[in-house]
């Protein structure tokens, strides 16, 4: 720590001025005996030297080497202390201090946060359980041709029992296919060498199916061979196509209507 500056003030106690980057702090020298005559040659002599915080300087080292060199009298009673006055800075330096300890604290809870994250994603991952299988078989593709509702008892209800396919999805067939060809463009996924997509018309059976029933679809996916998670998504898609369907139709005859009402 060097001693930069000293000068007399006029309580006799000299400041000494020290620098710290940006930030000057000002420190007390008090001299315990004040009959000593050294004292104003000692200030100029110490504030060469370093000196840290709480250190003491007794007669019997430097004031006796220095007293010999002038040829002036020392006592062992001679002491020195520095004490740490306030530190002495303007608003303007206060306010861009405080602003960067916020900036850095913001920062800091910020990159915990961001931590936290990365951790609780990572937990998640390694706690996933290992699949055992693709697909169940009983819910397979080949099966579903083979013992599903849409391909095996909706096929006899619509050749056989109109009335019957009414009450199974609270509209006619004639009315189902309108659906379908409104709806099924907008719900068609398009096919690729992973695997072939549900059928469009199998969505809208099963979205008719559950608002129609009810059931759950832990209970629908028995009867459809589609797993229930799958369902999930599906009644919210054709949910979501159906009702921009219908926006749409009666925007587009009311439209007309007026139209008309203006010719």
């Known amino acids: 720590m060097r001693l ?50 709480g250190s003491y300087i007794t007669g019997k080292n430097l004031l006796t080497e220095y007293g010999k060199e002038k040829q002036l009298s020392t006592t062992s009673r001679t002491k020195i ?41 990572q937990n998640r991952m390694r706690r996933r359980r290992q699949r055992r299988w693709w697909y169940r078989a009983w819910l397979g593709p080949a099966r579903r041709r083979k013992y599903g509702l849409y391909d095996q008892l909706m096929v006899e209800l619509r050749r056989e029992d109109t009335t019957a396919f009414t009450n199974f999805l609270r509209m006619p067939p004639a009315m189902f296919d309108e659906l379908l060809t409104r709806v099924g463009p907008r719900i068609t996924k398009q096919r690729t060498y992973y695997r072939a997509p549900i059928e469009p018309g199998m969505k809208l059976a099963i979205t008719l199916r559950h608002l129609a029933s009810g059931s759950k679809y ?43 009402g203006y010719l």
């Open 4 to 53: 930069c500056r000293c000068r007399q003030t006029t309580d006799e106690s000299p400041r000494q001025v020290m620098t710290y980057g940006n930030q000057t702090q000002v420190r007390t020298i008090v001299l315990q005996d004040k009959k000593d005559t050294i004292k104003a040659p000692l200030w100029r002599k110490v504030a060469g030297e370093n000196i840290t915080v």
């Open 81 to 121: 202390e520095l004490r740490e006055a306030p530190i002495a800075m303007d608003c303007t330096l206060r306010v861009r201090l405080q602003a960067q300890a916020a900036i850095a604290e913001a920062n800091l809870h910020l990159a915990q946060a961001n931590l936290n994250i990365h951790q609780y994603a």
């Open 218 to 260: 832990t209970d629908m996916r028995y009867g459809w061979r589609v797993p229930h998670n799958t369902i999930s998504l599906i009644v919210r898609e054709v949910g979501i196509n159906c009702e921009f369907v219908i926006q749409f139709h009666l925007f587009v005859q009311v439209l007309s209507h007026v139209y008309v």
